[in-house]
């Protein structure tokens, strides 16, 4: 598929050469990255063997499919082609955009091959359009399988007279969603100082997916459903500055023939917005890219040296909290030296911060529960006892980070560990367990309990000291329940999926079972919750006790 993809874009080498590009090295150079592909693991393919990278495209390609089929809903549940046809490609465009930013440093801002091509005679032009088109055609081969059941349903419901418009509107978003994401990174890296890009770019991604998953989480919740059955996107003026609507309009007006000034205009920037942000790129932003690119990857001492003087506070309150805690010197090493990993470590914060930030979005999405108009549930939710059970969704908070913990990029360095005298492990483990659970769980189940106290009053205090205890003694009881590992001592590269699959599914279970159980049997026996809430943190001390001696031959390597 990869050289039939090339041939295709071959077609267009004279548009490249007009652009100042050289096209023998443009597709020497794609057609390397596209070998190197099959190397390397896929954003649904963690896994490093051989035999199982050799099936990734296919599975790409299967989850790609399914989003195809199940987005094919909107035509049912919407009546009005157009607008189903906004939020179908609305939906098919954020789902291309996360699979572009999940694999953006592996595949735009992965600076190693600038070491073999910047020393030679290759222009920027041509280096940043072949970042471009190897982007391009990967995605070519997922659009494909997520348009198939798309194409079948036109051909069908439609007719096959319309497959054509539907196949143009396709392409268009491929090329608008690459342009798009590939704008705003190029714009931070000429915008954002070079020994910042990087944690710019991670930034990035966690607000970008903290907003996708808030909107999908919450926007059914608040917008009633008969709206959305007979909504009419393109009578709002604000569609003239989303995308999915300048595609959609083009069925509007080919298929339909709705040939009024707006539509028409909509469908005449669907057309030329690809062929204007092409342009933006190649003439404005590939200018000096390479080189800047490079240069923010070798970001050194001077980033440190400028951190020094703006983590005053951060030190302060780690070392504060660390000489109250811990009961050693190996304990208090480990509390501070996981504290600073963690605010330090990009892909910790790319994994754990997002699901930090959505409970609150949870918390709105279960508590709206219910029938009627979004008052009405307001009212319902406050007069319910919802909040028992949102507290112990909560357990995600603590679970989450501690999982992400063990793994690191630079796990080589754990050499650390074992260099040191120190007689069992199991003091290092429980440093760190400390810190995640002051620098995470606790600052946010206390944003919690604020939130909660003004929706349903003074009343949840206690239930909220009880689900406290309750999820941290679920948390030290799958510490000891899983593979034991010191923090960041283990590599991505061997993270198997389903390791931890059978300990989170037994702590969800037991974190099920005691929040039914304070929801039905505990409720407003205020005596009862606290005397549990210290049985638990009892237990909860003996069990962290007990991690705590863990020893060298139990340990995970």
């Not at 990278?53 to 790409?60: E, F």
């Not at 001077?302 to 506070?313: A, E, F, I, P, Y």
């Not at 406290?468 to 590269?493: D, H, T, Y």
């Given at each position: 598929?990869?050289?039939?993809?090339?041939?295709?874009?071959?077609l267009?080498?004279p548009?490249?050469?007009?652009?100042?590009?050289?096209?023998?090295?443009?597709?020497?150079?794609?057609?390397t990255?596209?070998?190197?592909?099959?190397?390397?693991?896929?954003?649904?393919?963690?896994?490093?063997?051989?035999?199982?990278?050799?099936?990734?495209?296919?599975l790409?390609?299967?989850?790609f499919?399914?989003?195809?089929?199940f987005?094919?809903?909107?035509?049912?549940?919407?009546?009005?082609?157009v607008?189903?046809?906004?939020?179908?490609?609305?939906?098919?465009?954020?789902?291309?955009?996360?699979?572009?930013?999940?694999?953006f440093?592996?595949?735009?801002?992965?600076?190693?091959?600038?070491?073999?091509?910047?020393?030679?005679p290759?222009?920027?032009?041509?280096?940043?359009?072949?970042?471009?088109?190897?982007?391009?055609?990967?995605?070519?081969?997922l659009a494909?399988?997520?348009?198939?059941?798309?194409?079948i349903?036109?051909?069908?419901?439609?007719?096959?007279?319309?497959?054509?418009?539907?196949?143009?509107?396709?392409?268009?978003?491929?090329?608008?969603?690459?342009?798009l994401?590939?704008?705003?990174?190029?714009?931070?890296?000429?915008?954002v100082?070079?020994?910042?890009?990087?944690?710019a770019?991670?930034?990035?991604?966690?607000?970008?997916?903290?907003?996708?998953?808030a909107?999908?989480y919450?926007?059914p919740r608040?917008?009633?459903?008969?709206v959305?059955?007979?909504?009419?996107?393109?009578?709002?003026p604000?569609?003239?500055?989303?995308?999915?609507?300048?595609?959609?309009?083009?069925?509007?007006?080919?298929?339909q023939?709705?040939?009024?000034?707006d539509?028409?205009?909509l469908?005449?920037?669907?057309?030329?917005?690809?062929?204007?942000?092409l342009?933006?790129?190649?003439?404005?932003l590939?200018?000096?890219?390479?080189?800047?690119?490079?240069?923010?990857?070798?970001?050194?001492?001077n980033?440190?040296k400028?951190?020094?003087?703006?983590?005053?506070?951060?030190?302060?309150?780690?070392t504060?909290f660390?000489?109250?805690?811990?009961?050693?010197?190996?304990?208090?090493?480990?509390?501070?030296?996981?504290?600073?990993?963690?605010?330090?470590?990009?892909?910790?914060?790319?994994?754990?911060?997002?699901s930090?930030?959505?409970?609150p979005?949870?918390?709105?999405y279960?508590?709206?529960?219910?029938?009627?108009?979004?008052?009405?549930?307001?009212?319902?939710?406050q007069?319910?006892?919802?909040?028992?059970?949102?507290?112990y969704?909560?357990?995600?908070?603590l679970t989450?980070?501690?999982?992400?913990?063990?793994?690191?990029?630079k796990?080589?360095?754990?050499?650390?560990?074992?260099?040191?005298?120190?007689e069992?492990?199991?003091?290092?483990?429980?440093?760190?367990?400390?810190?995640?659970?002051?620098?995470?769980?606790?600052?946010t189940?206390?944003i919690?309990?604020?939130?909660?106290?003004?929706?349903?009053?003074?009343?949840?205090?206690?239930?909220f000291?009880?689900g406290?205890?309750?999820?941290?003694?679920?948390?030290?009881l799958?510490?000891?329940?899983?593979k034991?590992?010191?923090?960041?001592?283990?590599s991505?590269e061997?993270?198997?999926?389903?390791?931890?699959?059978?300990?989170?599914?037994?702590t969800?279970?037991?974190?099920?079972v005691?929040?039914?159980?304070?929801?039905?049997?505990?409720?407003?026996?205020?005596?009862l919750?606290?005397?549990?809430?210290?049985?638990?943190?009892?237990?909860?001390?003996?069990?962290?006790?007990?991690?705590?001696?863990t020893?060298?031959?139990?340990?995970?390597?």
């Amino acid at each position: 598929m990869n050289k039939l993809l090339i041939r295709f874009l071959r077609l267009f080498s004279p548009v490249f050469e007009r652009m100042d590009i050289n096209t023998q090295h443009l597709f020497l150079i794609l057609e390397t990255k596209l070998s190197m592909d099959g190397r390397r693991p896929g954003m649904f393919n963690q896994r490093y063997n051989k035999s199982e990278l050799k099936q990734q495209d296919w599975l790409s390609v299967f989850v790609f499919f399914a989003f195809g089929l199940f987005f094919l809903i909107l035509f049912i549940s919407i009546e009005d082609t157009v607008s189903a046809f906004v939020l179908y490609f609305a939906g098919w465009m954020v789902v291309l955009a996360m699979t572009l930013i999940s694999d953006f440093t592996e595949v735009l801002i992965d600076p190693r091959d600038n070491y073999i091509l910047l020393p030679r005679p290759v222009n920027d032009r041509t280096l940043t359009v072949s970042r471009v088109l190897h982007i391009l055609v990967f995605i070519s081969k997922l659009a494909l399988a997520f348009s198939l059941p798309g194409m079948i349903f036109v051909s069908l419901y439609f007719g096959f007279a319309y497959l054509p418009i539907y196949l143009l509107q396709m392409t268009i978003s491929v090329i608008l969603t690459i342009f798009l994401v590939n704008l705003i990174y190029l714009l931070l890296i000429k915008i954002v100082p070079g020994t910042y890009f990087q944690e710019a770019i991670n930034y990035f991604q966690i607000a970008f997916t903290i907003i996708i998953f808030a909107v999908y989480y919450l926007v059914p919740r608040i917008i009633d459903r008969s709206v959305i059955e007979n909504i009419n996107i393109l009578d709002n003026p604000l569609t003239w500055f989303l995308p999915p609507v300048w595609i959609s309009s083009l069925w509007a007006t080919l298929a339909q023939m709705q040939l009024t000034p707006d539509v028409i205009g909509l469908s005449l920037l669907a057309v030329t917005a690809p062929v204007l942000a092409l342009y933006a790129i190649s003439t404005f932003l590939a200018k000096d890219f390479s080189q800047k690119l490079f240069n923010a990857t070798q970001a050194g001492g001077n980033q440190s040296k400028k951190k020094k003087t703006t983590t005053g506070s951060r030190t302060a309150i780690k070392t504060w909290f660390s000489g109250l805690l811990t009961q050693n010197n190996a304990e208090r090493a480990a509390f501070e030296w996981t504290w600073m990993m963690t605010l330090r470590s990009r892909d910790f914060k790319l994994r754990v911060y997002p699901s930090l930030a959505l409970v609150p979005f949870f918390f709105v999405y279960f508590g709206l529960q219910g029938d009627g108009t979004v008052s009405e549930r307001i009212t319902q939710m406050q007069e319910s006892n919802n909040y028992i059970l949102l507290i112990y969704l909560c357990l995600i908070l603590l679970t989450n980070p501690f999982i992400i913990s063990f793994f690191s990029s630079k796990d080589k360095a754990a050499w650390l560990f074992y260099a040191h005298p120190v007689e069992k492990p199991g003091t290092i483990m429980l440093g760190s367990f400390k810190a995640l659970l002051v620098q995470y769980f606790l600052p946010t189940m206390l944003i919690m309990l604020l939130i909660s106290t003004s929706i349903w009053g003074i009343k949840v205090v206690d239930d909220f000291l009880l689900g406290i205890a309750n999820i941290v003694l679920i948390g030290v009881l799958m510490a000891l329940m899983q593979k034991r590992r010191l923090p960041f001592s283990a590599s991505w590269e061997i993270q198997k999926k389903g390791e931890n699959a059978v300990t989170s599914i037994v702590t969800m279970l037991i974190a099920g079972v005691l929040g039914m159980v304070h929801y039905f049997l505990l409720l407003n026996n205020t005596l009862l919750i606290l005397s549990l809430t210290a049985a638990s943190t009892l237990l909860f001390s003996v069990l962290l006790r007990k991690y705590s001696q863990t020893s060298w031959e139990k340990l995970n390597y």
